[in-house]
T-cell receptor, first 112, second 112 residues
């Protein structure tokens, strides 16, 4: 079974802090994604990576950056956390562009 | 117009009935389509993928795709209370590479 693991289930951070969300997949997938999910808005794509050190912006990249130094690991960085970044963050991976994505368990981030 | 549109619901059906969930998408070059189920507080899990026009059946689930009408649906036969969840439609979108884009989901309630 594909396993996508996010480093934290719940996080509480203060406004202005730099926040790192980590994601690891064990299936040698090429693609990795970061989404945020908010009530009524569904899943919105923040960033996407199709190879090591390669990244592309999704629909809502402002205030975020990403890092993919190794194939199995994809990190989401909030440079200076703000209260409007309070959300559920979901990491996913897929084998290629045409195949299904598998999700981690999610990180519920609260910025106070 | 949203790229992937779903009726937010809730769609309420009695136990044993057929639940019909619908999704439209705007990108004509999309090739891959997915249905995910998400229970409250959990991450999305894949139910079905479909790539060609027509029907694809898997147990109680049938996915239907009509690329000409840019429409994909999910039928759940013999609905059970355990099917009560939010169903997310996902479509791959070409934007220098394929990215997986989600609708906002339809909430399904199956009444015992």
């Amino acid at each position: 079974d594909v396993k996508v693991t996010q480093s934290s289930r719940y996080l509480v951070k203060r406004t202005g802090e730099k926040v790192f969300l980590e994601c690891v997949q064990d299936m040698d997938h090429e693609n990795m994604f970061w989404y945020r999910q908010d009530p009524g808005l569904g899943l919105r794509l923040i960033y996407f990576s199709y190879d090591v050190k390669m990244k592309e912006k999704g629909d809502i990249p402002e205030g975020y950056s990403v890092s993919r130094e190794k194939k199995e690991r994809f990190s989401l960085i909030l440079e200076s956390a703000s209260t409007n970044q309070t959300s559920m963050y979901l990491c996913a991976s897929s084998e290629d562009g045409d195949t299904e994505a598998f999700f981690g368990q999610g990180t519920r981030l609260t910025v106070v | 117009q949203k790229e992937v549109e779903q009726n937010s619901g809730p769609l309420s059906v009695p136990e044993g009935a057929i639940a019909s969930l619908n999704c439209t998408y705007s990108d004509r070059v999309s090739q891959s389509f997915f249905w995910y189920r998400q229970y409250s507080g959990k991450s999305p899990e894949l139910i079905m993928s479909i790539y060609s026009n027509g029907d694809k059946e898997d147990g109680r689930f049938t996915a239907q795709l009509n690329k000409a009408s840019q429409y994909v649906s999910l039928l759940i036969r013999d609905s059970q209370p355990s099917d009560s969840a939010t169903y997310l439609c996902a479509v791959n979108r070409w934007d220098s590479s394929y990215k997986l884009i989600f609708g906002s989901g339809t909430r399904l309630l199956v009444r015992p």
